[in-house]
């Protein structure tokens, strides 16, 4: 059974540019309060030449959920997702999602980090799915990706979903991983069906 906010191993780190992006996209209003909580959890000096504990962040993130809530973790995860630059061959849905795992893998380091896998894409069907075998909370992943599949929406795509596949196992539920469906509508009338 896996645990939320926890490490896998101890010397799991991440790297600085990760905790940069996310106080990038935070408001204004709130950067002083996140700064002192991230600085109570060592990670006052972020930038993408330092690297941190990854169990001082899954704490503060712990920390902010608990003051803030979880739909301020998932609008927090999803402003830190837009800051990423991407390469340019990145340029579609489903190489965006694959690069997911990589950018993941490349931001962590020290031991096992988890992973993010394209498990199904379907650009006929318009839909896809991802598993998310990481440490992190589903509100947060599901804030991620949703920044993703926006940011990278199939052409001729009106509606974007992504949520969780309560069929299958999920983190917020104890179990080791939690998969995604993202299903596009191309026109109104594929609301309906």
């Known amino acids: 059974m896996s645990q939320l906010f926890k490490s896998y191993v101890p010397e799991v780190e991440i790297n600085g540019q990760i905790i940069e992006n996310f106080q990038n996209g935070l408001p204004a209003y709130l950067k002083p309060k996140i700064k002192e909580i991230l600085t109570a959890h060592n990670l006052s000096d972020a930038r993408s030449e330092v690297w941190f504990l990854e169990q001082d962040w899954l704490d503060a993130l712990k ?3 608990e003051k803030y809530g979880d739909n301020m973790l998932y609008d927090f995860a999803y402003q830190m ?5 991407y390469p340019e061959h990145i340029n579609h849905l489903e190489l965006a999602l694959m690069y997911l795992n990589m950018y993941h893998h490349e931001h962590h380091r020290g ?3 988890g992973n993010y896998t394209l498990t199904v894409f379907d650009a006929e069907a318009n839909k896809a799915s991802i598993e998310c075998k990481t440490v992190y ?3 947060y992943n599901r804030a991620i990706i949703t920044a993703l599949v926006k940011r990278f929406k199939p052409k001729g795509a009106l509606t974007i979903f992504v949520r969780e596949n309560q069929l299958l196992p999920m983190r917020s539920n104890g179990d080791e991983q939690t998969t995604f469906n993202i299903i ?7 609301l309906f069906s």
């Open 63 to 65: 920390e902010i959920k």
């Open 81 to 85: 997702q837009e800051q990423i630059q």
């Open 111 to 113: 031991g096992e980090v």
């Open 137 to 139: 909370p589903d509100n």
């Open 184 to 190: 596009w509508k191309n026109s109104a009338a594929d």
